[in-house]
């Protein structure tokens, strides 16, 4: 029978501290501009599309459930980051659109990534393949799952 890795040498430890870290490095400039990490991935995923996503699109893409970004959604619209619109077609479904503020604040979230590399004292490519190869591990996990 084999032991088990210590923590420090467990890859999922790894990862978990290195996600609180990056989040503690983040939080103060997110605080700063009235926004939380989650608030923070969806300006950055509805960024990425002009006519904005479906709720269901934007759980897809941040491998989330979709009854987790409704509300978050919802107080994204209170704040005027966010519209959300129901199809006409079919009313169970809703589309999520940046604002002009929103636009604007994700903009400003532009000093979060260099933040990190600063910090980390990583050269910026040394970075780029550790997330590449970050984004292997995550996509053949849920590969496995399927």
Request: charged share 25%; aromatic share 4%.
């Given at each position: ?125 040394r970075l780029v393949a550790l ?16």
């Amino acid at each position: 029978m084999t032991q088990p890795l210590p923590l420090d040498d467990q890859l999922c430890f790894s990862l978990y501290a290195a996600t609180i870290a990056i989040n503690r490095t983040y939080k103060p400039m997110l605080d700063r501009m009235g926004i939380t990490y989650p608030q923070f991935l969806v300006l950055m995923t509805l960024s990425e599309t002009e006519d904005g996503m479906g709720v269901g699109a934007i759980a897809e893409r941040l491998a989330l459930e979709p009854s987790t970004i409704t509300p978050l959604a919802k107080r994204m619209e209170a704040a005027g980051l966010v519209t959300r619109v129901r199809s006409p077609e079919d009313e169970r479904q809703v589309r999520v659109r940046l604002t002009d503020a929103g636009r604007a604040r994700w903009a400003e979230s532009g000093c979060l990534a260099p933040t990190v590399v600063a910090r980390s004292g990583m050269a910026p490519e040394r970075l780029v393949a550790l997330n590449a190869e970050v984004t292997a591990l995550r996509k053949a996990l849920a590969a496995a799952l399927d």
